[in-house]
C-alpha cells in the first residue's frame, strides 16, 4: 500500500503544476479569429458603401445617362461614361480572343501532351509571367511592344484587313488593339493555370476510355478531356475576363486615353480603371470627384458580377484538395 | 473512329501530332513575354543601375543622375504597413476557415474571399481615398499601407486556410489527448506545422502587392523627397516607375528601366525562395 | 473512421437483438475499477455507435476490446478520455465514472479529463516540428509547466518508462520524425506518459508496425500496467490474448461479452464471442 500511496503522491505533483484550462482562452480565439475572418464580409460591404455614397450626388444628378452618354467635360461637369465602357469592354474581348485559345492549348498542352519532363518547369515560367508586376509590363508595353506592333504586325494587318472598320485608319500605335494584347498577356497566367486544373481534375477513366477505343492523343485530348471540361473552361474564361476588366496600370499606359468610341481598333481608347489612374488625383471639382466614384462603382460592379458568375461556374467542379475526412 | 479506323489512321497521326506542335507554339506564346520582358529589362536597366541607383534621391527635372534610394525605402515601408494589416487578419481568418467554421459559414466566406481576390486593385486605391484621403484631408503612408494591406487579407486567408487543412488530423488529437486546450493546440501545433505553407502564403502576398501601383497612386501618391511622417505622402518604386516611364525625358526612362530591374528582381527572388520554401514543405507535412 | 462504418449484420444476430432474446452480458466485473462505465450510449448525429453498455475497467491491468470493424469499440475507447467529443453532432447518454469522478459531469472540463486519461493512437504522431525531447514535454510546457529542471526530470523518466531513454538518450535534439516507426510509437507514449496520467488509452497501437516493434510495443504494455490502467482496442485477437487480463467483445455497438481474457477465448458463454473469436464472422 505504499507503493500505492507513494506513486499517488506522484501523480498530484505532476498533474497539480499544469495550469488549470481555462475556457475563456477557448472561446476568445475562437471569437478572435471569427471576427478577422468576418473582414471578408466587411470589406465587401465597405467597397460597395464607400462607392455609393462617394458618388451618390453623381448618381442623383446623372441618374441613367451617365452610362449611355459620351460626353466628359470635367469644365462643364458633363459626365458620360460610355466611352470608358466600351473601352473596358472592347479591351477586354481583344484581350480573350487572344489569351483564350492560346491559354486552353498551353494547358492542354501542360496536361495531356507535352512531355513529362517539361511540364513543371513550364508551369513554373508561367507562375513566374503572373508574378511580373503590371506596371512593368506597361513599360515594356510602352518602349518595345509599340513601336514594334507599329512597325511590323499593325502595318501589315492594315493591309490585309484595312477594308473593314475595325482596321482602318492612321497608326499612332498606343491604341486599342495595344491595349487588348496587353491585357491578354496580363491575363494569360490565370487562365492558363485555372484551365491547367480544370483539365487536371478530368478522371483518367475519361482519358483511359478514349484511348481504348483507339483514339489518339489529340483525339482523347478533344473528346475525352476537353469536351469533359467544358463548363470549368467557361469558368477560367470568365475568371480572365474578370482580371481583364480590372486591369490597370498596363493598360492604361498604351491604350491612347482618348475618350472615343470608334470602330478602328487603331484609335485611342480609354477604360473605365484607366480614366481612374489617371483622372482621380486632377478632380479639383467636387462633382468631378463623384463622377470618378461613380466610375469606380460601375467597375466594381461589373467585376464582381462577372467574378460571382465565374465562381459558381469554378464552384461546381472544382475539387477542394483538402476536404478534410470527419475524423 | 468506329468504322474506317486504319484507312484514316495515317491521317490521324499526322493529325494529332499537328495539334500538339499548335499547343506547343501557344505555349512558347505563352511564356516569350516573360522571356521578352526579362531582357529588354537587362539590357535597357542594367546600365543604369550603380550605386546612385540606391542611395541618391530622384534627381531634379533636367538634371541628369539621381536614384530610387526613397522609393526602394519607401516600398519597403509600405509593406510592413500592409503586412501589419493584412498578416493577422488573413492569418486568424484562415485559421477560423479550417478550424471552426461550419461548412456553410466557410462556404461563404470562401466564396466572399475568391470574389474580392477578383476586385481590381484601382478600387481599393479609390475606396480607401474616401475613407482615410479624404477624410484626413491628404494623402498618407497610412492610406498607401491600408490599401494594400486590404488587397492582402483575401489572399493570405485563403492559403493559409488551405495550408492548415492539410495538417493530419491525428496531431490535433495527440495534442488534444494530452489535456491541451483547443487553442494553444491550433497555435502551437497546427499553425507551427504548417507554419512553412502559411510564410510561402504571406510571402507572395508581399510580392504581390509589393509590385502593385493602382492602389497606391491616390493613397501613398509618391513623393520625390524622403518620408518623414506616416501621416505624409511617400514614394514607392512601382509609382516611381511609373512616374517616370510616362515622362518624357530618356534620363527618367533610364531609371524607369532600373527600378523595373530592381522590383522584378526582388519579385523574382520572392517566388523562388518560395519555392524552396515549399519543395521541404510537400516533403514533411503531406 | 471504423466505427462509423457499419457492416451488413447476420441476419441471425440481429434479430436475436431485436427481439432482446440475446441474454445480457454477465460481466465478472473486477474488484478495484478505475473505469465504471454505467449504460453509456453514444449518437453520431442519428446513428447509435455506442448501446448502452457498462463495464468496469480493472486497475492495473490491460483491458482489450475486440471486435469486427464498426462495432464502436474505437468510440468506447475514445468516450473513457472524451475524445469522441471532437467529431460534430455526437450525443451522449449514461455515465463513466474514473476513480469515483464523474468524467461527463457539467463542470468537468474534457482538457482536465485527457490529462488524467492519457491516448495512444493507431499511426504514431510525434509532433513534426519538434524534437525528440520536445515532444516528450509539450504536454507539460501547453499546460503551463515552466521549470526547465523538472521538465527534464520528466523527459528523462517518461523515455525511460517507455523504454526508449537508450536509445535516443544521446539524439534528443533531433527530429521526433527521424525515429523508426516502433520507435515513435515508443516516443508517442513517453510523451503520454510524461503528463503522468491515470489510465493509458490505446486505439489499435501496433497495427501499423512491423512484428518486432510489435513485440517490444507488447511488452511495454506489459510492464506499464504496474503502475497504469490500460485500455486497448486491437482487432489482432492473438494480440488480445497475448496482453490482456480482460477482453471485452463488441458488436454493432454492445458489449456482448465481458470477461477475464482466458476465459473469453478458451471458454465464451455467448456463440457471437465464439464465432468472432473462432473466426468465422468479422
Known amino acids: 500500500m505504499a507503493v500505492a500511496a507513494s506513486i499517488a503522491g506522484e501523480e498530484r505533483s505532476v498533474q497539480a503544476r499544469m495550469a488549470s484550462p481555462s475556457r475563456f482562452g477557448d472561446k476568445a480565439f475562437e471569437w478572435l479569429t471569427l471576427a478577422m475572418a468576418l473582414a471578408v464580409v466587411v470589406l465587401i460591404i465597405l467597397i460597395g458603401w464607400q462607392l455609393w455614397i462617394g458618388s451618390s450626388v453623381a448618381i442623383k444628378k446623372f441618374g441613367f445617362h451617365f452610362l449611355v452618354t459620351s460626353t466628359w467635360d470635367p469644365v462643364a461637369e458633363q459626365f458620360g461614361a460610355l466611352p470608358f465602357i466600351y473601352g473596358t469592354l472592347v479591351s477586354s474581348l481583344i484581350a480573350l480572343l487572344i489569351a483564350v485559345p492560346l491559354g486552353i492549348a498551353t494547358a492542354a498542352y501542360l496536361t495531356e501532351l507535352a512531355p513529362l519532363w517539361i511540364r513543371q518547369p513550364l508551369t513554373s515560367l508561367i507562375e513566374m509571367l503572373a508574378a511580373i508586376p503590371s506596371v512593368i509590363l506597361g513599360l515594356w508595353g510602352i518602349f518595345v511592344m509599340i513601336p514594334w506592333l507599329r512597325d511590323y504586325p499593325f502595318p501589315w494587318l492594315k493591309r490585309l484587313f484595312g477594308w473593314t472598320p475595325f482596321f482602318s485608319g492612321p497608326i499612332y500605335g498606343p491604341c486599342m488593339l495595344a491595349g487588348g494584347i496587353i491585357i491578354a498577356v496580363m491575363i494569360l497566367p490565370i487562365i492558363t493555370s485555372v484551365s491547367r486544373e480544370i483539365l487536371r481534375s478530368v478522371p483518367d477513366l475519361q482519358r483511359e476510355a478514349a484511348y481504348g477505343l483507339g483514339a489518339t492523343r489529340w483525339e482523347a485530348t478533344r473528346i475525352a478531356v476537353l469536351s469533359y471540361a467544358k463548363k470549368g473552361l467557361f469558368g477560367a474564361v470568365i475568371l480572365g475576363l474578370g482580371r481583364a476588366l480590372g486591369e490597370t496600370m498596363a493598360v492604361t499606359m498604351v491604350i491612347g486615353n482618348t475618350p472615343q468610341i470608334a470602330a478602328s481598333l487603331f484609335k485611342p481608347g480609354y477604360t473605365l480603371a484607366s480614366v481612374l489612374a489617371n483622372e482621380f488625383t486632377e478632380a479639383t471639382t467636387d462633382m468631378y470627384l463623384q463622377a470618378l466614384f461613380e466610375i469606380g462603382l460601375v467597375l466594381f460592379g461589373i467585376t464582381i458580377l462577372v467574378n460571382l458568375l465565374a465562381q459558381l461556374l469554378l464552384r461546381t467542379i472544382a475539387t477542394t484538395s483538402a476536404t478534410r475526412a470527419v475524423q | ?286 | 473512421m471504423d466505427h462509423l462504418v457499419m457492416e451488413t449484420p447476420e441476419r441471425t444476430v440481429m434479430e436475436r437483438m431485436e427481439q432482446g432474446t440475446a441474454p445480457p452480458p454477465e460481466a465478472e466485473t473486477p474488484a478495484a475499477c478505475t473505469f465504471e462505465v454505467k449504460n453509456l450510449s453514444i449518437w453520431y448525429g442519428e446513428k447509435r455507435a455506442i448501446d448502452n453498455v457498462t463495464l468496469g475497467v480493472a486497475s492495473n491491468a490491460v483491458t482489450a476490446i475486440i471486435g469486427p470493424s464498426g462495432c464502436g469499440k474505437s468510440t468506447f475507447l475514445r468516450a473513457l478520455n472524451r475524445m469522441h467529443e471532437l467529431t460534430p453532432r455526437t450525443r451522449m447518454e449514461g455515465t463513466v465514472l474514473l476513480n469515483g469522478d464523474d468524467l461527463y459531469s457539467s463542470t468537468t472540463d474534457p482538457a482536465i479529463v485527457r490529462r488524467r486519461v492519457g491516448m495512444i493512437f493507431q499511426k504514431s504522431n510525434p509532433f513534426p516540428t519538434m524534437t525528440i525531447g520536445e515532444n516528450v514535454v509539450i504536454g507539460l510546457r501547453l499546460n503551463g509547466v515552466r521549470n526547465q529542471k523538472f521538465l527534464n526530470e520528466r523527459l528523462e523518466k517518461s523515455l525511460r518508462m517507455a523504454a526508449l531513454w537508450d536509445e535516443v538518450k544521446d539524439d534528443l535534439h533531433k527530429p521526433g520524425t527521424s525515429l523508426s516507426g516502433g520507435q515513435q510509437q515508443r516516443l508517442c507514449i513517453a510523451r503520454a506518459l510524461a503528463v503522468e496520467p491515470e489510465v493509458i488509452l490505446m486505439d489499435e497501437p501496433c497495427s501499423a508496425l512491423d512484428p518486432i516493434a510489435t513485440a517490444k510495443i507488447e511488452e511495454l504494455i506489459h510492464e506499464l500496467k504496474a503502475k497504469y490502467t490500460i485500455v486497448t482496442v486491437t482487432h489482432n485477437m492473438q494480440q488480445a490474448g497475448r496482453i490482456s487480463d480482460y477482453t471485452a467483445f463488441m458488436y454493432l455497438g454492445r458489449l456482448i461479452e465481458f470477461g477475464p481474457t482466458t476465459k473469453i477465448f478458451t471458454n465464451p458463454t455467448e456463440k457471437q464471442t465464439e464465432d468472432y473469436i473462432t473466426g468465422r464472422f468479422g
Open chain 2, 1 to 286: 473512329m468506329k468504322t474506317k479506323r486504319s484507312g484514316n489512321y495515317t491521317w490521324r497521326k499526322i493529325k494529332s501530332a499537328l495539334a500538339s506542335a499548335i499547343a506547343f507554339i501557344s505555349a512558347v506564346l505563352v511564356i516569350a513575354p516573360l522571356g521578352l520582358v526579362f531582357f529588354h529589362l537587362v539590357v535597357n536597366g542594367a546600365s543604369s543601375l550603380n550605386w546612385d541607383f540606391f542611395t541618391k534621391l530622384p534627381a531634379p527635372v533636367g538634371a541628369v543622375g539621381g536614384g530610387m534610394a526613397n522609393a526602394i525605402v519607401g516600398s519597403l515601408e509600405l509593406l510592413a504597413l500592409a503586412g501589419a494589416i493584412g498578416i493577422p487578419i488573413g492569418v486568424l481568418g484562415g485559421v477560423y476557415l479550417a478550424e471552426y467554421g461550419s461548412a456553410r459559414i466557410n462556404s461563404v466566406l470562401r466564396f466572399l474571399a475568391d470574389v474580392l481576390n477578383g476586385v481590381p486593385s484601382i478600387t481599393w486605391g479609390v475606396v480607401v481615398y474616401g475613407m482615410v484621403v479624404l477624410r484626413f484631408k491628404g494623402f498618407s503612408t497610412y492610406a498607401g499601407g491600408l490599401a494594400l494591406g486590404l488587397i492582402m487579407i483575401p489572399l493570405i486567408l485563403r492559403t493559409t486556410e488551405e495550408v492548415i487543412l492539410l495538417v493530419p488530423n491525428g496531431y490535433r488529437e495527440a495534442a488534444l489527448a494530452l489535456g491541451v486546450s483547443r487553442w494553444k493546440t491550433i497555435v502551437h501545433i497546427v499553425m507551427k506545422t504548417a507554419s512553412k505553407g502559411i510564410i510561402t502564403g504571406i510571402l507572395l502576398a508581399l510580392a504581390r502587392v509589393g509590385g502593385e501601383t493602382a492602389p497606391l497612386l491616390f493613397t501613398a501618391f509618391g513623393n520625390r523627397f524622403w518620408n518623414h511622417s506616416l501621416s505624409q505622402p511617400i514614394a514607392a518604386l512601382p509609382l516611381q516607375i511609373f512616374t517616370y516611364a510616362i515622362s518624357p525625358y530618356d534620363d527618367w526612362h533610364r531609371q524607369a528601366w532600373a527600378g523595373a530591374l530592381v522590383l522584378v528582381t526582388g519579385v523574382f527572388c520572392v517566388n523562388i525562395l518560395v519555392r524552396i520554401l515549399t519543395r521541404g514543405h510537400t516533403a514533411s507535412v503531406v
